[in-house]
């Protein structure tokens, strides 16, 4: 038996379950990306605030391309559960607040008409770096946006947007929650290019009626897998197909500016700020740079999750190194965060052997994770003179790793990256990518001498 509204009865009582009534629930967001991060993250948020009776905040979950989680969630009416599991503990709630699950080319009309309800007043995203279309300017690339052969999520809101506007109804929030370092500014601008080169009159009212507040959100959250699954079903008594397991902590950090009206977040310990960018600063540079850094590391050495690679002996110098001395040193004052201490929970999170977390998951996309991970504390040391012998250590093991195995592995880029390697070879690589005029010039330029340091490893 599956996990249904009719055999919720049956779960265990130490189950948290939704304390509200799902068949009253309105729409108020319409979430883009509706992938494991956002149903063991934001969702939770969410649930929060119904669980608090505001039961504007239902969830209208958008698939741009797989429709993988709607099979899962859609024959469960959207219940699924999530266990926070740390290394003495283990905790599962049911969350209820999503549903339905819209698979965009599949059903671009309902899809459409979710954007534009007027119920809906949110609309969150996390769609991964990759689906942004920005080049390495950080701008919206338009040859990319060009060559797409499916509807992109620029589209899909600008037909969104220009419905709203010809109803006469609000403006609403585009919450971006992916790593991007200012992720709202940056949607904000590439929406801005988009419907100036295709909707001049919109891009006046999306400027004057809506926001696109930055954020930042903090959780692992690994691929869950068949065992995990079997283990949902061990502790609900059901089969939960859409099953998630994450660690304990979680964080989301906002900028308190929206269109209208929004959930009480901050009820489930969100934070709502004035400035977002002392806390992403720290986390994209000490917990994604390091993330990154054991993942082409660690996959060298044979490892396959974060655990095992952080307790290897001769990588664990090297993560505290670029954690506590190359990235803390380019933090922005602000946040009150304490780099060592924060540091010191990092490395319990990622030594955490109940959450098996692949490194081949984080490794994926790295031409689109690296710039704001690594090449902006370079950028900064080469600024201030200092030395990163453990970034360039990292950033040489990614190098390698597009000659060997950038394309089973993935990455957007994947073809483009791998010929670098075969045209330029390794006397040449390293200019390729970092030197002047190369394909990551615009966030950092290498010495000669850390261009020969590089080539070095190589």
């Known amino acids: 038996m599956i996990l249904t509204p009719e055999s919720l009865r049956q779960v265990p009582a130490s189950v948290a379950r939704p304390s509200y009534d799902r068949k009253q629930l309105a729409r108020g967001i319409v979430h883009l990306g509706i992938g494991s991060f956002h149903r063991a993250h934001q969702a939770i948020y969410t649930e929060a605030a119904l669980d608090q009776g505001d039961l504007r905040w239902g969830t209208i979950g958008l698939s741009l391309r797989s429709s993988e989680i709607s099979h899962r969630l859609s024959p469960q009416s959207g219940l699924y559960s999530v266990c926070m599991r740390g290394e003495n503990e283990e905790t599962t709630r049911i969350v209820g607040g999503i549903g339905p699950v819209l698979v965009v080319p599949q059903q671009p009309d309902a899809a459409l008409q979710a954007l534009a309800a007027a ?166 540079r000490m917990l994604n740079g390091a993330h990154s850094a054991l993942a082409y590391l660690g996959l060298e050495r044979g490892h396959r999750f974060v655990h095992e690679a952080v307790s290897d002996s001769e990588l664990r110098p090297v993560i505290e190194r670029l954690m506590r001395g190359e990235a803390a040193a380019t933090l922005i004052r602000g946040s009150g965060l304490d780099p060592d201490s924060y540091a010191d929970a990092l490395l319990r999170r990622f030594g955490n052997t109940k959450l098996p977390h692949r490194l081949a998951q984080i490794a994926q996309d790295g031409s689109q994770k690296i710039p704001q991970r690594w090449l902006a504390s370079l950028a900064f040391h080469q600024q201030s003179g200092g030395e990163c012998p453990a970034l360039m250590t990292a950033l040489a093991a990614w190098i390698r790793f597009l000659r060997e195995r950038v394309i089973e592995i993935g990455d957007p880029r994947a073809e483009e990256l791998a010929a670098f390697w075969r045209e330029a070879g390794r006397s040449g690589i390293v200019a390729a990518l970092v030197g002047p005029g190369g394909l990551f010039a615009a966030h950092w330029v290498a010495s000669e001498a850390q261009m020969q340091t590089l080539t070095d490893k190589l």
């Open 119 to 284: 119920e809906t007043h949110i609309v969150s995203l996390t769609v991964t770096e990759k689906a942004y279309l920005l080049g390495f300017d950080g701008k919206l690339d338009r040859q990319a946006l060009a060559e797409q052969n499916q509807a992109t999520l620029y589209e899909l809101l600008g037909k969104a947007l220009r419905l709203r506007q010809q109803r006469g109804l609000p403006g609403i929030t585009l919450l971006s929650c992916d790593n991007l370092m200012g992720n709202g500014s940056k949607l904000t601008a590439a929406m801005a290019t988009y419907l100036e080169d295709n909707d001049p009159e919109l891009r006046r009212w999306f400027a004057d009626h809506c926001r696109c507040p930055n954020s930042m959100v903090d959780r692992i959250v690994p691929a869950p897998t068949e065992a995990d699954r079997d283990r949902a079903a061990q502790l609900l008594g059901l089969r939960d197909e859409a099953a998630l397991i994450t660690e304990p902590f979680t964080q989301w950090v906002i900028e308190d500016d929206f269109a209208g009206p929004r959930p009480a977040w901050e009820r489930a310990g969100a934070q709502l700020v004035a400035d977002v960018r002392p806390f992403e600063t720290a986390k994209l």
